[in-house]
Each structure stands twice: as C-alpha cells, then as structure tokens.
C-alpha cells in the first residue's frame, strides 16, 4: 500500500469510529465496518458535519444579558486582595535570605527561595510549628504576640478510643498545607497580626496534675492579654482551661460548646473524664450554667446522668435537627445571646466529634448524624464576629485518622475564627513591621 492509501484508509478508519460513536450517542447509524458495502451516495463530509454539530450550542444562545457580578463574594475577594498589604512578606523575604543565605546560582527565580529553608515553603519540608509561624521557647515573651498557637497533648481523661495526645502533633504538621491569606475572609494574616507557637503544655500522667498544668499555662497566656489557641488532647482539658479564663476575666464568663456530646457528668469512673468537663466549669462562680450554650448534641452516646445535671443547673442544647429547622444563623443568634448575657467574654470549646463521623474519622467518639464541616464553619465564623477570650479545638486523634482530615478540619476551624476576629478587628494591634 502506497503513502498515499495507507493515509486514506487510516482517515476512513477515524470517520468510521467517529460515527460509531455518534451512533451510541443515538445520533448517527453506525458505519459500516471496513471491508462492508457502504451507501455509494453518503456523504463523508456531511455526516462529519452532523457529529460535531452535536457539540455546538442548540438550545441557547450565550449571549444573554449577566447580573451584576461585582454583588458576588468570589469578585469581591478579587477585588480585595489587591488592595492587601505587603510589607510584612517583604520584610520575611528578607529575613529568609539572611538567615538561610543566598540559592544556588543556578536557581533563576530567587524571590523566595534561600539555600536552607526558612519559610514556610515548600509545604512539604521544614520544621512544623503551627503554620510554621516562630517558635517562641521563651513564654515570658508572649505579650509581644495577639495570637499564641499552643498545644495540649492529654488524653488520660478517655474513656474508649484515645490518641488524642497526638492531637497538636496532627495538626500542627497538617497546618503546613495553609498559608495565612483567606480568600474568602480577604485577609492575610501575616500582615494583620503578630503570632506564634508556644510549643505544648507539659501533661503528667495524672488528671489533677495535668489539668493544673494547664490552667496554670493558659492563664498565663491570658495574662499578657494573647489569645490561646489551643490544640487538645481529649475534651476533659475544657475544665482547666475554663478555670484560667475565669481567673483571667472580671465578671461573668460565656461558654459556647459545639459537641455530640453534653460531657456534664460530675465523674465517670471515679475521675474528671472528658465527660465531665462542663459539669465542674459551671461550678466556678463567674461560669455560671445559665451562659453555657451546648451546639449539636445528639445520637446514642448521650449519658442521661449528663442530661439531668443540664437540666437541674438549667444549660441550653440545640441539636443537630434544631439547628437544621431554625437555621445556622438564629442559632448563632441564640447562642451569642445566651453566652453574652451579662458576660464579660465568651470562651469557644469545639469537640471535632462535632462533625459526622464520615468527615472525621479520628477521634475517640465518632457519632454519625453530626454537622457538615460548612455548617460548622458557618457557625463558628458567626461566633467568633462577637470576639472570644479564648478557643480549643479538642478530640482529635490522629492515630485514627484518614489522611489527616480530621487535623485538617481542626486547622480549618481555627483558622477561620482566627480571620474572622482580625477581619472585624477584634484581635491585633502587636505586628511589628
């Protein structure tokens, strides 16, 4: 077979299974297959132009007059973005080159890369602080920061699957896949606020030792007028943790919970469990029950002696069902007013267990029929608008955990707060440039 035929018969070949296609399509009859009788008068050309004019535009013209696109929160942010500052990445480039000296020659763009990696790129490598953000060893020091990352790796208060002392070790390595712009919140952290990792709490081996380490800590924390962010360990930490805000605030202190769980018994198996935190919190004076707003409480795992503790002290629960049928706004509407009223601050305690255990494998209790994770975020960037005094995200357990996403959804749930408070300017003001 010549050039010529052997280019004939392979184009033949493409318009015959062209067609076919077409004919599965329920467009054209099938071609017939080489070597069979074809229709003398068919048209190659014609029946090519039928194919492809299935792809052309036949119910519509898209010429159609559009919205406003400007009334949109994805133009918008685009809009915003360039109207961000950039003197602190400036300023860190430069720091990056000095600290970790000049590339290769042969590296051609040498706008952020140095010879020893002292950025937070690449996401992949380096030393994992929380959002690779400094790491301050001295904690005298934390007064020069509005934000301090800590963790709190406690789990002797479970009472079925533990591992959440891996919790702040989860998330702090997740955390390197953000950077500190939110798109949607049209900020960047890194040029907002001054922040840090503070390292962990140190835990004995014993409930009231280790619960005592850390009141001790974030109260201290509190003191310098920082903002804890703090990364749990299992949900019995809530007890000391509110113990230091209470230390810490003159007047009445709000908690919002967001749980499957009420965790309001006075003790399970003789101890301060992560089942009792909330039991013990609103024994302090200024935490009195009555600001202690409970979100998301529901399914199976509910002990009836934590349920009759919320009724006799008088502790507000909506469910999952409740928040589905009055909307994610009034109920945050209704836990800000409960958690306000006559408060001083508003302490945000977040159980990952939360969520459906099909978003968050890794965690000690997973109860199915929880949030979605954009109805939590939802609801903790409607909370966060009011300010909080300070913030735990608890329960997670990476040992149990599927590609990280549960560490993951913790990072997401902090950072959001995190940009929410700066975006309505409720944290800030320490960034030196």
């Known amino acids: 077979m010549s050039g010529s035929d052997s280019s004939g018969e392979m184009k033949r070949r493409d318009f015959l299974g062209a067609a076919a296609a077409a004919a599965a399509l329920g467009g054209l009859e099938a071609a017939p297959a080489s070597g069979q009788e074809t229709n003398a008068g068919a048209d190659p050309k014609l029946n090519a132009a039928q194919l492809y004019k299935r792809h052309a535009p036949n119910r519509r013209q898209h010429d159609r007059p559009l919205p406003d696109l400007s009334q949109y929160a994805g133009m918008q942010a685009q809009k915003a973005e360039g109207t961000l500052p950039s003197a602190y990445h400036e300023k860190e480039m430069r720091r990056i080159k000095e600290l970790g000296l000049e590339p290769a020659d042969s590296i051609q763009d040498k706008s952020d890369i140095s010879c ?58 997740i955390s390197a896949l953000y950077q500190k712009y939110s798109y949607e919140h049209g900020i960047d952290l890194s040029e907002t606020l001054a922040m840090c990792d503070v390292g962990d709490i140190f835990c004995p081996a014993n409930i009231t030792k280790g619960h005592d380490q850390i009141t001790k800590g974030i109260a201290h924390i509190l003191s310098h007028g920082t903002l804890p962010m703090i990364m749990g360990g299992d949900h019995s930490i809530g007890y000391p943790i ?35 935190p909330w039991f013990h919190a609103t024994n302090i004076p200024n935490c009195p029950p009555s600001n202690l707003v409970q979100l998301g409480i529901g399914g199976w795992q509910v002990p009836r002696a934590g349920v009759k503790v919320g009724r006799d002290r008088g502790t507000t629960i909506l469910t999952v069902n409740d928040i589905e049928k009055i909307g994610i706004d009034k109920t ?12 001083s601050a508003v302490y945000l305690s977040f159980d990952i267990d939360t969520l459906d255990a099909g978003f968050v494998p890794g965690t000690g209790w997973p109860e199915p029929g929880g949030l979605l994770p954009r109805e939590a975020l939802k609801l903790v ?53």
């Open 116 to 173: 020893f990696q002292r950025g937070s790129s690449p996401h992949w490598s380096g030393i994992n602080t929380f959002l690779k953000l400094p790491y301050v060893e001295d904690v005298r020091k934390v007064g020069e920061y509005d934000v301090a990352f800590v963790g709190v790796p406690f789990d002797i208060g479970c009472t079925f699957r533990s591992g959440t002392r891996f919790g702040p070790q989860g998330m702090r390595r």
């Open 242 to 276: 509110a113990r230091a805000v209470a230390q810490c605030v003159e007047g009445k202190v709000g908690i919002i919970h967001l749980d499957r769980h009420v965790d309001t018994q006075e003790k399970d198996m003789d101890e301060i469990m992560h089942t009792c």
């Open 332 to 343: 945050i509407e209704i836990a800000l007013e409960i958690a306000w009223k006559g408060a």
């Open 381 to 433: 960037n409607g909370i966060a608008k009011e300010g909080i005094v300070a913030m735990e995200v608890c329960e997670v357990s990476p040992p149990y955990d599927i590609s990280d996403v549960t560490s993951l959804m913790g990072v997401r749930l902090m950072m959001d707060v995190i940009g929410t408070l700066a975006k309505n300017g409720r944290i800030g003001g320490r960034l030196k440039l």
